[in-house]
């Protein structure tokens, strides 16, 4: 495809709009404290300088908020009818809503995430799963969970830096409509949207110890989730920590809930609309630089028609601009830590060592920041390490099939099940197809849309629980 005879002039968002402080503070029973941890200094991953401070929790700060998540439970929040709690909920969502461009410009100076994702899809998709759980608060016995279901008491709950503030609502909307109470431990790099929803529920009224976050790093996260205090612990995050959290609480009575790491397959069919698979696959890899644990990261696309999609595919690549976050005109923003970015030059270097062939967009890249090119690895075999380990990064995996079952097998032949997805115009392939992928989540002609209704969870090493919808209240219930 030829380039196109014209640029798009910058469209920066302000970053004064997020209202940025110099300093932020964990938030315990009620109010900002100053942890007794080590503050961290978060930064901004488009530019590598540092947004704030941040104070961050020691022990003596996670027992006064399990604490008082404790008592708040057992004396106000808990025995409070759902009609009431479903009122504050209603309140922080509308602010959150009121609050969407601030929220999105923070989350995208502190994620690194592209404007245009953290105000169309983060922030609106925080405040609608607000608003979807409010509206459970006062019907939770009709949720099919037993007649009158009771909450589970104390979370704790642990979340990653790839959708901050999201991931903060996906714990604390369906916990506190349940009638639970939460601490919760944001990522390091990622503390500040969780910090300002503290802000936003203190706002609302929410009694004190309902809502407790505290900053900090792995050390805080394995201190929560330890804590004697928990009735149950639900995290997001890579495998390994995951498996390490469920030794840990083995035999402990506390319940758990498990939402990890995933290498989807995104099955491409030869009766596919083939535009339209394009931008699915576009979509789901390099959405949030890839930092998605549904993310596409396998592409499986038919024989016949491979040589076709896969010039289609880079055309459309090539259109992507990777730069500034804040610039709306931004498809691909920055790595969220450098941590990462190594990790991703780590994994793609391994693939060009096992032999597949690496195929890297021409886009410039910023000349500060951290920033990884929209890469495609072809050629692909199942036993190479970027067919097998999550990136969590702008690579793609192309590998080939010639029938559906090779497609079935090779989409299965992972430790991971959190999603798929399928392309074609068939119902009935589509339908079979689903029901033999072992995916969470399993997406047709479509690829990332998350709905507060729907489910999200995985199989095997994705994790166990589900998130969303009627289902996912059984994880913050007890018959
Ligand atoms: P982690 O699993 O280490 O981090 C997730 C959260 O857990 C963070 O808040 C982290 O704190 C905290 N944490 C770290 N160690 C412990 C522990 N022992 N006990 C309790 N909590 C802990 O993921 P990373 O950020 O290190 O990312 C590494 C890889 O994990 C990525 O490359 C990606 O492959 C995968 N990943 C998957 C995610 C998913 O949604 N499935 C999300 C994030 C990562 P802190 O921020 O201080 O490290």
Not at 157 to 180: D, E, S, Y
Request: one cysteine or more; glycine letters at 10%; a negative charge.
């Amino acid at each position: 495809m030829a380039a196109p005879s014209w640029e798009y002039a910058p469209a920066p968002e302000s970053a004064a709009l997020a209202n940025l402080e110099p300093a932020y503070r964990p938030f315990v029973d009620g109010e900002f404290v100053d942890g007794g941890g080590e503050p961290l200094k978060t930064l901004n991953p488009a530019t590598e300088e540092v947004l704030a401070e941040v104070g961050t929790a020691n022990q003596e700060d996670l027992d006064r908020a399990v604490t008082a998540a404790r008592r708040a439970y057992e004396q106000v929040w808990g025995p409070m009818p759902g009609a009431e709690r479903a009122k504050y909920l209603f309140r922080i969502a509308r602010v959150v809503a009121e609050r969407a461009r601030e929220l999105a410009v923070l989350e995208t100076l502190d994620n690194g995430k592209p404007i245009r994702e953290s105000r169309d899809v983060d922030v609106p998709t925080a405040s609608a799963h607000l608003f979807h759980h409010a509206g459970w608060a006062d019907k939770l016995g009709y949720a099919g969970l037993g007649p009158d279901p009771r909450p589970v008491g104390v979370v704790g709950a642990v979340i990653p830096w790839n959708f901050p503030l999201l991931m903060a609502v996906w714990k604390i909307a369906p916990a506190l409509a349940c009638g639970n109470t939460i601490v919760l431990k944001p990522a390091e790099t990622t503390p500040l949207t969780a910090l300002v929803l503290a802000g936003i529920a203190a706002d609302a009224g929410l009694p004190p110890g309902v809502l407790n976050v505290l900053p900090g790093a792995g050390d805080v996260g394995a201190a929560l989730v330890g804590h004697d205090g928990l009735d149950k612990v639900a995290f997001t995050g890579s495998t390994d920590v995951g498996k390490e959290i469920q030794r840990r609480l083995a035999g402990t009575g506390r319940r758990l809930t498990l939402e990890l790491g995933g290498k989807a397959a995104n099955i491409v069919y030869d009766d596919a609309p083939l535009d339209q698979a394009v931008d699915g696959v576009v979509d789901g890899i390099f959405f949030n630089q890839g930092h998605v644990c549904c993310a596409g990261s396998r592409l499986l696309v038919q024989e016949s028609i491979e040589p076709e999609f896969m010039e289609l595919l880079r055309a459309r690549i090539e259109t992507l601009r990777v730069g500034d976050p804040l610039d709306k005109n931004t498809d691909v923003g920055a790595i969220n830590s450098r941590p990462q970015l190594d990790r991703i030059v780590d994994l793609a270097a391994a693939g060009d060592a096992e032999g597949a062939q690496r195929w890297t967009s021409s886009c410039p890249l910023p000349e500060r920041g951290l920033f990884f090119p929209p890469t495609v690895f072809s050629g692909v075999e199942q036993t190479m390490r970027v067919a097998r380990e999550e990136i969590f990064g702008p690579v793609l995996s192309v590998l080939t099939f010639r029938t559906p079952d090779e497609a079935i097998a090779k989409a299965n032949n992972t430790p991971y099940g959190l999603s798929a997805g399928i392309w074609t115009e068939k119902g009935s392939k589509a339908l079979w197809t689903a029901q033999r992928v072992r995916a969470g989540v399993v997406w047709t002609n479509t690829f990332n849309r998350f709905d507060p209704t729907a489910p999200f969870g995985g199989y095997r090493e994705s994790g166990f629980g589900r998130e969303g919808g009627r289902v996912g209240l059984a994880a913050y219930l007890t018959a």
